[in-house]
Nanobody, 126 residues
Framework: QVQLVESGGGLVQPGGSLRLSCEVS????????IGWFRQAPGKEREAVSC???????YWGDSAKGRFTISRDNAKNTVYLQMNSLEPEDTAVYYC????????????????????WGQGTQVSVTS
């Protein structure tokens, strides 16, 4: 059974940084594509990034070159480093997973992932 747990969210001032973690259990991370998504109050969910097991990443418009992705396969964890945070980045951030043989970047960016975490809240405010 695939389980994902996000952590690392919190309250940060504009211009600050946060690193979110997505710990995956039940499967080997190196066989899965991982997507990060976010949903702000009153808005639709949007894709932040999709990263394949080889490290190739496609970014959603929201990342704007401020975010980076890293993977630690030994810890079965993917990290989303977010820098230069803006109030518009306030949202619940989710990670999602699908086996690399069953997903494309397009499908991932559209949110077509079967396994999701519970989300972690990021609030950017002064």
């Amino acid at each position: 059974q695939v389980q994902l747990v996000e952590s690392g969210g919190g309250l940060v001032q504009p211009g600050g940084s946060l690193r979110l973690s997505c710990e995956v259990s039940g499967v080997f991370l190196n066989s899965y594509m991982i997507g990060w998504f976010r949903q702000a109050p009153g808005k639709e969910r949007e894709a932040v990034s999709c990263t394949n097991s080889d490290g190739k990443t496609y970014w959603g418009d929201s990342a704007k070159g401020r975010f980076t992705i890293s993977r630690d396969n030994a810890k079965n964890t993917v990290y989303l480093q977010m820098n230069s945070l803006e109030p518009e980045d306030t949202a619940v951030y989710y990670c999602a997973a699908e086996h690399r043989a069953s997903v494309t970047f397009v499908k991932c960016l559209r949110g077509g992932m079967p396994y999701w975490g519970q989300g972690t809240q990021v609030s950017v405010t002064s």
